[in-house]
């Protein structure tokens, strides 16, 4: 593996040593990373490589057998996931999951959770970053596009004023146009100080946005490192993901 340099600021999650499993079938063997506060780290990989099974082990969704998720200094693994939201971990899956039958209003109502210290995001906030969710705020989530769709999910998420924000696959299946409109979003949170998780696939998605990356194939760690020397490595690249 290709290591790259030690975090220049204190981690605010280490993912320690997860050795994850979906009933008998092993899907990470040993993985480990770690996000500073402020930063936007990337897990690449291609499809079925461990990317949703890393995601759905820091936030509980799918415990680990072995290992530790330190989160601000406590190990929360195997927490019920709504204490991990509590904590200030907010996850956006890559099927979405809004409430089709909801307005747009009342997706974004019904995950409200007071700030801390007074402060944090409100309906207007997440209208301010996605003015097109101003538009259509009455109309139900079942009848948005997918890009709309993707929009409300990570507008619903930052209702909870979460400090780190994991993202899965966000650009997945869609246009591109949208695709780009979404990468500006997530790079405005990051400009604002969001800590970011981004699992994915597009590569030039991730780089305009990451400041490390980690590469995973079949549950392993196989690269860290800045953004830049992911980019200058073209071995790394071919091997573990190009198609």
Same mark, same amino acid.
């Given at each position: 593996?290709? @290591?790259?340099? @030690?975090?220049?600021?204190?981690?605010?999650?280490?993912?320690?040593?997860?050795? *994850?499993?979906?009933?008998?079938?092993?899907?990470?063997?040993?993985?480990? /990373?770690?996000? +500073?506060?402020?930063?936007?780290?990337?897990?690449?990989?291609?499809?079925? &490589?461990?990317?949703?099974? *890393?995601?759905?082990? !820091? $936030? =509980?969704?799918?415990?680990?057998?072995?290992? %530790?998720?330190?989160?601000?200094?406590?190990?929360?693994?195997?927490?019920?996931?709504?204490? !991990?939201?509590?904590?200030? !971990?907010?996850?956006?899956?890559?099927?979405?999951?809004?409430?089709?039958? /909801?307005?747009?209003?009342?997706?974004?109502?019904? @995950?409200?959770?007071?700030?801390?210290?007074?402060? =944090?995001?409100?309906?207007? %906030?997440?209208?301010?970053?996605?003015?097109?969710?101003?538009?259509?705020?009455?109309?139900?989530?079942?009848?948005?596009? =997918?890009?709309?769709?993707?929009?409300?999910?990570?507008?619903?998420?930052?209702?909870?004023?979460?400090?780190?924000?994991?993202?899965?696959?966000?650009?997945?299946?869609? @246009?591109?146009?949208?695709?780009?409109?979404?990468?500006?979003? $997530?790079?405005? /949170?990051?400009?604002?100080?969001?800590?970011?998780?981004? +699992?994915?696939?597009? !590569?030039?998605?991730?780089?305009?946005?990451?400041?490390?990356?980690?590469?995973?194939?079949?549950?392993?760690?196989?690269?860290?490192?800045?953004?830049?020397?992911?980019?200058?490595?073209? +071995? &790394?690249?071919?091997?573990?993901? +190009?198609?």
């Amino acid at each position: 593996m290709a @290591a790259g340099p @030690a975090v220049a600021r204190e981690a605010i999650l280490t993912v320690e040593d997860l050795y *994850t499993y979906y009933g008998l079938s092993q899907v990470l063997f040993g993985v480990s /990373l770690q996000v +500073a506060r402020g930063e936007c780290v990337c897990l690449l990989g291609r499809n079925g &490589v461990g990317k949703t099974t *890393t995601m759905r082990s !820091i $936030i =509980g969704l799918t415990p680990p057998r072995r290992g %530790r998720v330190v989160w601000k200094g406590r190990d929360v693994a195997g927490r019920p996931s709504y204490q !991990i939201a509590r904590a200030g !971990i907010g996850f956006i899956p890559e099927d979405r999951r809004i409430f089709a039958d /909801l307005t747009v209003w009342e997706n974004l109502d019904v @995950a409200s959770r007071g700030g801390r210290n007074g402060g =944090g995001w409100t309906v207007e %906030r997440v209208f301010d970053l996605f003015p097109k969710l101003r538009e259509l705020m009455n109309r139900q989530g079942g009848f948005l596009s =997918g890009g709309e769709q993707q929009m409300l999910t990570i507008a619903r998420t930052l209702m909870g004023n979460p400090e780190l924000l994991l993202l899965d696959e966000p650009s997945e299946g869609l @246009a591109p146009l949208v695709v780009e409109h979404l990468k500006e979003q $997530i790079a405005r /949170l990051k400009t604002e100080g969001l800590t970011i998780l981004l +699992a994915e696939q597009n !590569i030039a998605f991730s780089l305009d946005l990451a400041d490390r990356v980690y590469v995973l194939e079949k549950g392993h760690i196989r690269f860290d490192g800045t953004a830049r020397e992911f980019r200058d490595n073209d +071995a &790394v690249r071919q091997q573990y993901l +190009a198609l």
